[in-house]
């Protein structure tokens, strides 16, 4: 054998000794997106898990967190009233939060006016060539890839952002004690009042720039995508606006909303087989697409922006689309004016009985039944729904009460009927609790503990919107001195 195969040979035998991960590749790394979200990015700037010394963005600006901002989990930028300096200067404002760099574009971000706050748009990973993010102003700022500083090993860093629920027990002093019930249950009823009033002040907000239908169509479909879709829904409802569904039929409706999103199967990379193909509604769903102006407009969203993992198959994104397809449909050109009669009508015939009426009524509206192919369909060629309503009665009183009730209460503000405002709060008031989510959870283990059971004060959904404002308002900023449970004398001092 020669002294060049001998060679070979032998560099070929360390190759394959080598660990897989030391061995060099002919390939960019790009993170596993199917298990990094916008959350998880989130709570890492949240907590600040990566190096903060020399931090540049990828133009190569100085960056400096001074403070990372309050994080929202309403509408709007993910973190207000952050403070960073930038090449030394000090700015004020909001930050984004995306996975990838593009999204700021693919979101519409730079066409939105509310965006015109932020000051730094933060990534996980950087997939654009655009080194600074434009504006809806002009304007633009830069961009923080988190990648290339965070500050322990991804796996780890997984592992925390599962813990949603953080141990507040050690520091909260309400913890343990004995508790005025009657006292606790106004506390959070005015908190919960509170954060009715901050809801319908969003709404005002928004009524400078979109109508009551778009506003409404919009929180309905965010609402409809849980924390996993909220986003891409949202989106979608910006890029077909409510007014393009004039007088059309529910199929054409949901042909457009499935071709914009990119969920059609023609538009997936996983075909269906034929026999699928020639389901009636499949046929006519992409028959109405091509035949639509939307199909011309090159601009649409991505299979990619979209979560089906991990989610029950009666709420894929696919099911809520056909489902807003449905209430469209059914509205006759008015979201409004299908709910607002029933609210409406709180406002003269307001015994309890009547009230109860008129809230199972609401819910009602919302609560639509499968028809046709998403009676045993969760997606085009999938199954698992078992004729499962296309919006349950949980998701349907969420709805209620954070999106349609505070859109009716500005209407009747802008109407000049106290009446109305009164009866729409008094709705609010009424209806049962909420589906219990890691917030309310929280609140439960380090208000109640093992002092007394949270079913004492009976909650409502009100109350539990004032559970969720004092964790986020006090609990989440550890404020304890300025806890309104003690301010209200909510805690019984222990006996001597």
């Known amino acids: 054998m020669s002294e060049y195969s001998q060679t070979h040979e032998s560099d070929n035998l360390k190759s394959e000794l080598l660990p897989k991960e030391f061995r060099e590749v002919d390939q960019v790394y790009e993170p596993d997106f199917e298990k990094i979200d916008e959350d998880f990015v989130q709570k890492l700037w949240n907590g600040q898990r990566f190096f903060r010394s020399n931090l540049r963005s990828i133009g190569g600006r100085e960056i400096r967190v001074l403070k990372p901002g309050v994080w929202n989990r309403e509408e709007g930028p993910d973190f207000m009233h952050a403070e960073i300096e930038i090449n030394g200067k ?284 998403w009676e045993t369909h969760s997606n085009f060629g999938k199954g698992g729904t078992n004729k499962a309503k296309l919006i349950g009665e949980s998701r349907a009183l969420d709805i209620m009460v954070n999106k349609i009730l505070p859109v009716a209460y500005i209407w009747a503000v802008e109407s000049e009927s106290r009446k109305l405002q009164d009866a729409i709060l008094e709705l609010y008031s009424a209806y049962t609790k909420l589906q219990e989510n890691s917030i309310i959870r929280q609140v439960d283990k380090q208000v109640f503990s093992n002092a007394q059971p949270m079913r004492l004060i009976k909650p409502t959904a009100k109350i539990q919107q004032g559970m969720m404002r004092l964790y986020k308002n006090y609990c989440a900023d550890q404020l304890c001195d300025l806890c309104p449970i003690f301010e209200h004398n909510a805690v019984l001092l222990k006996e001597s």
């Open 90 to 373: 000090l700015h004020v404002g909001d930050v984004e939060i995306h996975v990838k760099s593009s999204e700021w574009y693919a979101h519409k971000h730079h066409l939105n006016s509310r965006y015109n706050r932020v000051v730094l748009h933060v990534v996980f990973f950087n997939d654009d060539f655009n080194l600074r993010t434009r504006l809806q102003n002009g304007k633009r700022i830069p961009t923080l890839e988190l990648l290339k500083w965070i500050d322990a090993p991804i796996g780890d860093l997984f592992d925390e952002a599962t813990q949603t629920e953080t141990d507040a027990s050690n520091f909260c002093r309400v913890t343990g004690n004995r508790l005025n019930i009657n006292n606790l249950k106004n506390v959070f009823e005015s908190l919960g009042t509170e954060r009715f009033l901050e809801k319908a002040d969003a709404v005002r907000l928004l009524r400078t720039r979109l109508n009551f239908e778009q506003i409404l169509y919009e929180g309905i479909m965010e609402a409809l995508g849980y924390s996993q879709n909220s986003k891409p829904l949202r989106e979608l409802a910006q890029r077909v606006p409510f007014a393009d569904f004039d007088h059309k039929s529910e199929h054409e409706i949901q042909a457009i909303l499935f071709g914009v999103a990119g969920l059609l199967p023609s538009q997936s990379d996983k075909p269906l087989s034929n026999q699928e193909m020639d389901e009636p509604l499949i046929v006519a769903l992409e028959t109405l697409w091509e035949a639509s102006e939307h199909a011309k407009r090159p601009d649409r969203m991505i299979a990619s922006q979209w979560r089906f993992g991990r989610i029950r198959p009666y709420n894929y994104p696919t099911r809520r689309i056909a489902a807003i397809s449905q209430l469209i449909y059914h509205c006759k050109g008015s979201l409004m004016m299908y709910f607002l009669p029933a609210c409406e009508s709180a406002a003269t015939l307001n015994t309890p009985k009547m009230l109860r009426t008129i809230r199972n009524k609401l819910l009602n509206l919302l609560m639509l039944e499968p028809i046709g192919y």
